[in-house]
């Protein structure tokens, strides 16, 4: 029987994003995922004062505009750009700097207070108002609704000749009293999500692994089946398509699933590695420390993903609409970050060296994969308008702030552990 994540994913969510972001900054942020609006919700701890702290002009670029949000330390820091300026408008403590712990609504969060069997978890307000449910097994996986804060668990009770499996909601976490909706001894679930008020889950059999959409009253509908467990689902932002990775005898690859057309699609090969090379995924909802990495275009209509630890390290970048598929090749590394811009023309990569030490930034083309060198750094964000991009930079401590197209870049932070948040309109 596998291991269950239970064992170790409170610990992941908990204190993984603090810990790295000390240690190595890149993985800090990964919101080009398809849960950006989830992700991205900052939700304080206390209202944020207003401060005024020019940055000399001089130093920015010609142009910038919004509300960048980026961290220094446990503070989350909000500098505003209006004429050629930066002006710090606020400072504040989030509640939570884990992708995924925050409710879409940005009311409350979650948090594993029992790492064992028990799977007791906490429900935070941003007033400070605390409530724990207990469920019945350690839990796997987590996801809130797409919208509010009803909460979807999938939990696993290890124990007697069967695993039991059970996926559970919890729909006011002012009053939390979980709700078993599946109960399975039958198969083992391993991966959940949501797709508008439903959730799709996968659970694996004896020959196969079935893609279900569940609804919260416990009807199930089949939607697709494939060959080897589904770990994790990663949602495009229509809530229908489903990207998730499957191993073959060729390698890993990667696959989706459309819930409401009930089609499962074959995107081909992640990356170089052969056949019985397993690195670990992209998992988590912070996307993961391993050599794998999948985004979703914010219009649904394209998919980017790549890795693998042997070079040619490659990124494959797949339109859904017409199957067309564009390749991009990295000297340096493997796409260890991939950022869309708001509208979907362009993607910003930064890549990983194996050791995950050095970091290389390049802008790409999704419709012929032709990549363009900006910077050496990780940890990207791209402005509302995708003109610029801010990224931790290296050898050059902070945050720089690069105009794309022209060329011109310039320093908003000068502190090695400075690492953009959100830049918002």
Not at 31 to 55: K, M, Q, S
């Amino acid at each position: 029987m596998p291991i269950p994540r239970f064992f170790i994913l409170p610990v992941v969510l908990l204190g993984l994003t603090a810990l790295y972001v000390a240690a190595n900054p890149s993985g800090a942020h990964v919101e080009g995922t398809p849960t950006a609006t989830a992700t991205r919700t900052l939700l304080p701890t206390a209202t944020p004062t207003a401060t005024v702290t020019p940055y000399a002009p001089s130093d920015l670029p010609d142009g910038l505009s919004g509300r960048l949000t980026y961290r220094t330390g446990r503070e989350l820091v909000t500098v505003e750009f209006a004429d050629d300026a930066a002006t710090e408008r606020s400072r504040e403590t989030p509640l939570s700097s884990q992708p995924g712990m925050i409710s879409a609504d940005g009311a409350w969060s979650f948090n594993a207070i029992c790492a064992d069997q028990c799977g007791a978890i906490e429900f935070v307000a941003a007033a400070g108002e605390r409530h724990t449910a207990r469920l019945d097994g350690g839990y796997m996986d987590a996801r809130w609704s797409p919208d509010g804060h009803t909460l979807a668990l999938l939990t696993q009770s290890p124990g007697g000749e069967l695993p039991r499996s059970l996926i559970i909601v919890v729909e006011d976490p002012a009053a939390p009293a979980p709700r078993v909706v599946i109960d399975s001894l039958m198969g083992l679930y391993t991966a959940i999500a949501w797709s508008g008020d439903q959730i799709v889950a996968a659970i694996e059999g004896d020959t196969a692994t079935q893609l279900q959409l569940i609804s919260l009253n416990g009807s199930i509908r089949p939607v697709g089946d494939v060959t080897s467990r589904i770990s994790y689902f990663h949602p495009a932002p229509d809530g229908r398509t489903f990207a998730f990775t499957q191993t073959s005898m060729q390698g890993w690859r990667l696959m989706s699933v459309d819930v409401w057309a009930e089609q499962v699609r074959d995107h081909g090969n992640m990356g170089s590695d052969p056949a019985g090379v397993a690195p670990p995924i992209s998992t988590p909802p912070d996307g993961g420390k391993g050599p794998m990495y999948i985004a979703w275009s914010p219009d649904s209509s394209k998919l980017a993903f790549g890795g693998g630890f042997e070079p040619p390290y490659t990124m494959n970048t797949v339109n859904l609409l017409t199957g067309s598929v564009a390749r991009s090749e990295f000297a340096e590394g493997y796409p260890g970050e991939i950022e869309w811009t708001r509208d979907s023309d362009r993607i910003a990569v930064s890549t990983y060296d194996v050791e995950r030490t050095h970091h290389e930034t390049y802008v790409v083309d999704p419709d012929t994969g032709a990549a363009r060198f900006l910077v050496s750094g990780c940890v990207l964000e791209w402005s509302p308008d995708g003109r610029f991009l801010a990224v931790h930079e290296e050898g050059d401590p902070g945050i720089v702030i690069v105009d794309v197209d022209a060329g011109a870049r310039g320093k908003l932070t000068h502190v090695s552990s400075d690492v953009p948040v959100v830049w918002e309109p």
